[in-house]
């Protein structure tokens, strides 16, 4: 089973940016997709960005649509989430997570990243 870990997160002010990285131990293009996922104390953990290696796509929830963005890095088994414009509402616990072949499960999830965002 793939494991992922997370790292990145931190403590910004409202319309700061951080960048999350996920990485992989093994090559993300045998993965079929990864995904970044968060979860807010009190409430249920929701899909933010994901990544398909073949064919190349990408998708976002509806609340981060230009202001995150998910990327590969494949010479290091890295996926990154760069996230701009951040509001209080983003804060959470960012996991990643991957499907290994198309059609299966979330899997591999991480220990998560904190990312705060205050005034």
């Known amino acids: 089973q793939v494991q992922l870990v997370e790292s990145g997160g931190g403590s910004v002010q409202p319309g700061g940016s951080l960048r999350l990285s996920c990485a992989a131990s093994e090559h993300t293009f045998s993965i079929y997709a990864m995904g970044w996922f968060r979860q807010a104390p009190g409430k249920e953990r929701e899909f933010v960005a994901g990544i398909v290696s073949h064919p190349s796509s990408r998708s976002y929830a509806d609340f981060v649509k230009g202001r995150f963005t998910i990327s590969r890095e494949i010479a290091r088994n890295t996926v990154h989430l760069q996230m701009k414009s951040l509001e209080p509402e983003d804060a959470a616990e960012y996991y990643c997570?991957?499907?290994?072949?198309?059609?299966?499960?979330?899997?591999?999830w991480g220990q998560g990243t904190q990312v705060t965002v205050s005034s």
């Open positions: 997570a991957a499907k290994i072949v198309k059609g299966s499960e979330w899997s591999g």
